[in-house]
Antibody
Framework: EVQLVQSGAEVKKPGESLRISCKGS????????ISWVRQMPGKGLEWMGR????????NYSPSFQGHVSISVDKSISTAFLHWSSLKASDTAMYYC?????????????WGQGTLVTVSS | SYELTQPPSVSVSPGQTASITCFGD??????AFWYQQKPGQSPVLVIY???KRPSGIPERFSGSNSGNTATLTISGTQAMDEADYYC??????????FGSGTKVTVL
């Protein structure tokens, strides 16, 4: 069974750094891109960026480029989303999602979400 | 950048048909995908490649895509279908793009 299991909720202060994780299981981790998707409170889904676990190649949405970074540790089948300096506006639910099979670009499995709260 | 536009809300009576539209420039030249998200839950893929249903998705969910508009249709809508629905497409310059989302209310 394919699963993406994310790390737990975080409460941070503005300016602090943070790394959240997404562990894949039940499939060959290096065969499928992992993306991160933001959902601010009461709002829609926003694609942030993706990583190819086989070579760590990344693409970012212009809206998030330079504010977050995505990395991967193949040895533990885990992708990460990292902030070096959080803002209050980063308060949101963050999902990781696996690219679907085949040549199309969509998401077939999603993590359970990690709630990040940034408040002074 | 590429954008997808959805109506904010759609209301439907139980047992009736709900149609949710997604508008994008030449969207019919791309594949459209649809996700269902219930309150407090992660999104779930309900339609991929315009009209295909993943395993476990009821037959009452169907999709089409032509011209500038993709449509998700829920036939015989049930109370359990009340959720937010998002369309999604891929654009070579914008990568993954989501629509703004449509809240389906079953009255």
């Amino acid at each position: 069974e394919v699963q993406l299991v994310q790390s737990g909720a975080e409460v941070k202060k503005p300016g602090e750094s943070l790394r959240i994780s997404c562990k894949g299981s039940g499939y060959r981790f290096t065969n499928y891109w992992i993306s991160w998707v933001r959902q601010m409170p009461g709002k829609g889904l926003e694609w942030m960026g993706r990583i190819d676990p086989s070579d760590s190649y990344t693409n970012y949405s212009p809206s998030f480029q330079g504010h977050v970074s995505i990395s991967v540790d193949k040895s533990i089948s885990t992708a990460f989303l990292h902030w070096s300096s959080l803002k209050a506006s980063d308060t949101a639910m963050y999902y990781c999602a696996r690219r679907g099979s085949g040549s199309s670009y969509y998401f077939d499995y999603w993590g359970q979400g990690t709630l990040v709260t940034v408040s002074s | 950048s590429y954008e997808l536009t959805q109506p904010p809300s759609v209301s439907v009576s139980p047992g009736q048909t709900a149609s949710i539209t997604c508008f994008g420039d030449k969207l019919g030249d791309k594949y459209a995908f649809w996700y269902q998200q219930k309150p407090g839950q992660s999104p779930v893929l309900v339609i991929y490649q315009d009209s295909k249903r993943p395993s476990g998705i009821p037959e009452r969910f169907s999709g089409s895509n032509s011209g500038n508009t993709a449509t998700l249709t829920i036939s015989g809508t049930q109370a359990m279908d009340e959720a937010d629905y998002y369309c999604q497409a891929w654009d070579s310059s914008t990568y993954y793009v989501f629509g703004s989302g449509t809240k389906v209310t079953v009255l």
